[in-house]
């Protein structure tokens, strides 16, 4: 008799304000690990973001078509929460360094009290990604820098379009 077995999915989390190179190399190697892998843009009220939850969300699913198994969606609620309205058993969160490693611990360990069935996994960042950050991206794309190995061509041509016309900082 055969078993049918569950899907394994999994939820990767962020605000995503923009997608960087980084962020597409943990969802690549974790759509590989999971039958499903949801990419979830977090809706935070206490950030001003550059772009929208909807445009976050476009820009994403651009990025990510060629994986099949992956899925772009928005929350706003405990991360645990939405994992259990998911159907996740997994969070999946990437790792540059020792940093963030501390502070990822210790959500883990708060999401883990909140809800004993979610489980995390720390995917490192590929070294050549360690220094990436969506901030660091976001600054070099308002003083007009290269973003070509930052970010793909479409998330640098959505930057461009922000930015383009707002006043520079003066020196």
Known sequence: MEQHKAPR??????????ITNGHLDIIQRASRQFDKLIVAVL??????PLFTVEERKELISSVTSHLPNVEVDS???????YVDYRKADVIVRGIRSVTDFEYELQMASLNKQLNHNVETIFMMTNPKYSYLSSSV????????GALGDLVPLEIEQALRK?????PKLQQ
Do not use: T
């Open 162 to 166: 922000k930015y383009e016309g707002l």
């Open 43 to 48: 809706n935070n009220l206490s950030k001003k």
């Open 137 to 144: 991206v976001k600054e070099i794309a308002c003083f007009n």
């Open 9 to 18: 999915i999994a939820v990767y989390p962020g605000s995503f304000d923009p």
């Open 75 to 81: 929350f706003r609620d405990l991360l645990v929460n």
